[in-house]
């Protein structure tokens, strides 16, 4: 029990810090949302100097980052100077389209990497191993931005899926199973971007953990009790190997937020990651803070996550955490 | 054995990738600037030895296109008047490697200007761009990791030697930095940064906020190399010989730290290149004219140009032999200092 709520304690430190960081990046800032107004003749000095007044934009950093803390207890996380509204519902229909995709994507990388290790591991060295491998390999070797990008140029090409967007024009009218069609048709190419950009760090994980437990001893003794290949492998190697697979799978939950934001970019999907940029190039302050705040609270939620994983999966962990 | 000369090969197969794009002046055909207003978009063209009737020639030739009439990206192929193509030719001139000036091309064609990589919306040679603009990634991604690498030794040293209060500080900042996702503390940094700067300024800019994401990791092992190394006998020797502080870091230590720092920078190079292109695609890099694989990129956001215009996609595919020589080279660097660690500690290990 020590053991978890020293990790809590260490994930509520990380985001203050983080907070408190993106702050002072934010204070070094040269200029801001109302600057543009400035250059703007029929707009007074008086009035963007009234406006910095009611976003608080004049006052010091101490009281604004005091002022947002007030905000975040609330639930409201600031306020967007661009859409005129509190940040948090703002990422929240953004934050529920992103993990529409990611969830999905994470879910179907983990379903397709755990076999395909497992069997790769299976037969360590020979051929279909040694196919396996060089795939991965091939596709580590392209980064995600060329892999969406060379994607989308197929879609578009080819016709075969639609090429931005969440739903198509006219969503409302479509009876619910060709609702479904529809946005599983849109969802398809990003997901498959994230996939093939997640998998293969994923199966070769896999693959090494599960094929270090095959040659220890204790493996070795099950096999020659007779034990069929399919309960060696995935009741007994992989409850073995489970550790590194478990972290690995904390951090993929992590990414949830954070790890599509490129993808989303390229394929126009309506998520957070279209939202920062534009917050971005806008200099929309609190969204950004928000965003960046929002993908935080899942990294380190999903670090915790993997903890509490582990400590219920491995016995080593709780007997060496709960003593003393 | 086979060990060092994997290492060798790939360093080898690195810097030769890297010469190419350094001498970008010599392997591209024209200036990445110059302009053909004539050919927008035109299409990568063929090289030939077989000409329409069927004769084979020695010298290598392309045929001209020219826009058909009434289109403004339709071309027709000119069979009537074949252009030779030259190697080692004359042509306009650059400066290489920045200083050398110099006329000479690789290859190039007179009269008519040829594009094997096609052109872009303003009839500018994809090759001569992708070509300049690895310069600019590979720099970025360079300079970047070197920023990167001197902050997290600094820090990382600084921790790992004084240890107490302040190691225990830097550390937690170091956790901080490893928990953010990159590309948001990129993006982050670069939020809070000017939005319109100079070509120059804006290079130096990503440079700088790719160089200063990523000193988390190296400070980390940096960190763990001086908590063992400062304890070696070696060490202590000289401290008792009354070396200061400063000289026992650069001098004992530092070299100590050599084999994670460049198996990082193998690690972070290829990242960062990746950083520079994927700012610079987003518009929040480097700018036109100046061209860069992130910017040339970007033209794809538009729906018509990935429509039609396929080989605007080339300058993507350039990083990928890049990315495979730096995964290569970092895992074999990983390899090499792995087993020299255990030969090391077997051989002469103080325990």
Redesign the interface.
């Known amino acids: 029990m020590r053991y978890l709520l020293r990790r809590t304690l260490h994930a509520i ?2 985001l203050f ?2 907070s408190l ?2 702050f002072l ?2 204070a ?4 801001n949302y109302f600057d543009e107004m400035r250059l703007n003749p029929q707009i007074s000095p008086e009035a963007v100097a009234a406006l910095h007044a009611q976003y608080q934009l004049d006052r010091p950093l101490p009281v604004r980052y005091a002022h947002w803390l007030n905000a975040v207890a609330h639930g409201e996380l600031g306020f967007s100077f661009a859409y005129n509204s509190p940040v948090a519902p703002l990422l929240w229909v953004r934050a529920r389209n992103t993990l529409l995709l990611t969830v999905t994507a994470t879910l179907l990388a983990w379903l397709l990497a755990l076999p395909l290790g497992i069997w790769s591991a299976a037969k360590f060295g020979r051929a279909a191993d040694r196919v396996l491998s060089w795939t991965t390999a091939t596709l ?4 995600d ?2 892999l969406a ?2 994607l ?2 197929l879609a ?2 080819t016709g075969w899926f639609p ?1 931005g967007g969440l739903v198509s024009a006219g969503f409302d009218e479509l009876s619910p199973v060709h609702k479904l069609r529809d946005l599983a048709s849109h969802m398809t190419l990003p997901v498959l971007a994230l996939v093939l950009a997640a998998m293969p760090m994923l199966v070769r994980h896999v693959r090494a953990s599960v094929a270090e437990v095959l040659d220890t001893p204790f493996l070795r003794a099950a096999r020659s009790h007779g034990l069929s290949n399919r309960k060696l492998l995935y009741g007994y190697a992989l409850r073995a190997a489970a550790n590194p697979l478990i972290s690995l799978f904390g951090f993929s939950v992590g ?1 949830l937020l ?2 599509s ?2 993808v989303e ?2 394929m126009s999907w309506p998520g957070l990651g279209p939202l ?2 534009e ?3 806008a ?1 929309d302050l609190y969204v ?1 803070i928000g ?2 705040l929002l ?2 609270i899942f ?2 939620g999903g ?1 915790l996550f993997a903890d509490v994983l582990l400590y219920w999966a491995d016995p080593r962990i709780r007997t060496a955490a709960s003593p003393k | 054995m086979t060990r060092p000369r994997k290492l060798t090969k790939w360093v080898v197969i690195l810097v030769v990738l890297h010469g190419i794009v350094a001498a970008a002046g010599f392997f591209a055909p024209y200036d990445p600037v110059q302009q053909d207003r004539e050919r927008p978009y035109l299409p990568p063209m063929r090289i030939h030895v077989m000409d329409a009737h069927g004769h084979f020639h020695v010298r290598p030739f392309f045929y001209p296109l020219r826009l058909r009439d009434g289109s403004f990206d339709q071309y027709e192929k000119d069979t009537a008047s074949a252009v030779p193509l030259h190697i080692f030719t004359s042509g306009g001139a650059y400066r290489l490697l920045g200083f050398l000036p110099s006329h000479l091309h690789l290859f190039g064609a007179a009269g008519t200007r040829i594009y094997l990589l096609g052109s872009d919306a303003y009839g500018r040679d994809q090759l001569s761009r992708i070509l300049y603009g690895g310069q600019v990634s590979l720099l970025a991604g360079l300079l970047g990791a070197a920023v990167t690498l001197s902050l997290g030794a600094l820090i990382g040293m600084a921790a790992g030697y004084y240890g107490g209060w302040r190691d225990e500080l830097l550390m937690r900042l170091a956790e901080l930095f490893l928990a953010l996702p990159w590309l948001y503390l990129l993006f982050a940094l670069r939020a809070f940064l000017p939005l319109t700067v100079s070509p120059l300024g804006a290079f130096l800019l990503v440079v700088v906020v790719i160089g200063m994401v990523g000193w988390a990791r190296p400070a980390r092992l940096v960190r763990g190399v001086v908590l063992s190394v400062k304890e070696r006998d070696f060490v202590r020797a000289a401290r008792g010989f009354g070396a200061s502080d400063i000289y026992l870091l650069r001098r004992h230590i530092l070299p100590e730290t050599a084999s994670v720092l460049l198996t990082q920078a193998a690690i972070l190079v290829p990242q960062f290149i990746l950083a520079e292109m994927t700012l610079s695609f987003l518009g929040l890099g480097v700018p036109e004219p100046m061209s860069s694989w992130g910017n040339l990129l970007a033209t794809l956001q538009q729906y018509n140009v990935l429509a039609s215009y396929w080989w605007m996609y080339l300058p993507a595919l350039a990083i990928v032999p890049f990315f495979l020589g730096y995964l290569r080279l970092a895992s074999a660097l990983q390899e090499h200092f792995g087993t020299y660690k255990i030969d090391e500690k077997s051989g002469w290990s103080p325990t």
């Open positions: 430190f990380l810090g983080v960081l993106t990046f934010s070094l800032t040269p200029g580590l070797v392209v980064p931005l060329v990008l060379g989308l140029i578009v090409r090429t990414t954070s790890g934001l490129l970019v390229i920062l940029l917050a971005i190039l200099r950004v965003g960046v993908s935080m990294l380190v670090n």
